[in-house]
């Protein structure tokens, strides 16, 4: 019941939502405008509700002028299988809203007209939803596939290139179109979001690194890598992968390091000092051998 209540606090309407409820009202398009952000809050909705079953804090639903967003508080560290749901918790919603208005357009409550609409909206939004494009669903399935398969930095960088990709072949798709404003409000906004998230990429793979050092809650996949003397911290730490617990193993010496004590000496001692220096102590003076001047 408490995560509930939590979730209706969360819910944030965007000033300039109303503007655009109130345009559809003078332009006589009031039912497809509140249709319209109806499926979207359920979407959102969808996502909040699966992150707050496992616990992850969620900061606010809040419904746009041109869609909607869930924003939840997340490090990088949780478990991919747990993420793969959140994502998917949007999607899925549209396919119970679609089953249900075949149902309801059986009754005197829901005519063809509205079954239409509400099934074409559907559709596009879950379409769109499932491009390979940053911070859609889509590219965000796209972003958990590379992390499942490589380290968090590599993956992280990948998404970012794979979803300017997608997005530059949407942009040449929408120059074909006919003009649709909301449309190229929704592709500016996606122009933005990966703009700031490809400048903000160094302080998400920081934020994933200050998650590592608290002790893990979910049990994590032992992982060796092999590394030489002279590796600095800041390639180590740039191997380290999702849902992983690492150690570290010197080739010539087999001597090991925690992922722990690598981080600690990557936020402590340096990023460019060598793993060598971690087992090397400085060398102890004989008080009795100094000589005073």
């Known amino acids: 019941m408490n995560k509930v209540v939590e979730l209706i606090l969360s819910i944030r309407i965007n000033p300039f939502f109303w503007v655009v409820l109130g345009i559809g009202i003078i332009t006589g398009f009031f039912r497809e405008a509140l249709m319209l952000f109806s499926i979207v809050f359920i979407h959102e909705i969808g996502h909040a509700a699966a992150a707050a079953y496992f616990g992850w804090k969620v900061r606010r639903i809040e419904l746009l002028p041109f869609g909607g967003v869930a924003e939840i508080e997340d490090s990088g560290n949780k478990p991919i299988f747990q993420e793969l749901i959140v994502v ?134 032992d992982s060796v890598i092999r590394v030489s003397p002279t590796t600095q911290m800041r390639e180590m730490v740039g191997l380290l992968r999702r849902g992983h617990q690492h150690s570290f193993v010197v080739d010539e010496s087999q001597k090991k390091v925690t992922e722990q004590q690598v981080l600690a000496a990557f936020f402590k001692q340096g990023m460019t000092i060598p793993i060598r220096d971690l087992f090397e102590t400085p060398p102890r003076i004989n008080p009795t051998h100094i000589k005073v001047q």
């Open 88 to 221: 998917m918790a949007g999607p899925v919603q549209h396919l119970w809203m679609i089953a249900l208005s075949y149902i309801l357009v059986t009754t005197p409550i829901w005519s063809v007209a509205n079954h239409e609409l509400f099934v074409w909206h559907n559709v596009i939004i879950l379409c769109f939803n499932l491009l390979p494009v940053l911070p859609l669903d889509g590219g965000r399935l796209v972003q958990l596939w590379f992390m499942e398969r490589w380290s968090f930095r590599r993956a992280h960088l990948a998404s970012l290139r794979s979803s300017f990709s997608a997005l530059a072949l949407l942009c040449l798709a929408a120059s074909w179109l006919p003009f649709h404003l909301n449309l190229y409000i929704v592709i500016t906004f996606l122009i933005i979001s990966n703009y700031l998230e490809w400048k903000q990429r160094h302080y998400r793979f920081m934020r994933f690194l200050a998650g590592r050092e608290k002790p893990f809650e979910e049990k994590m996949l």
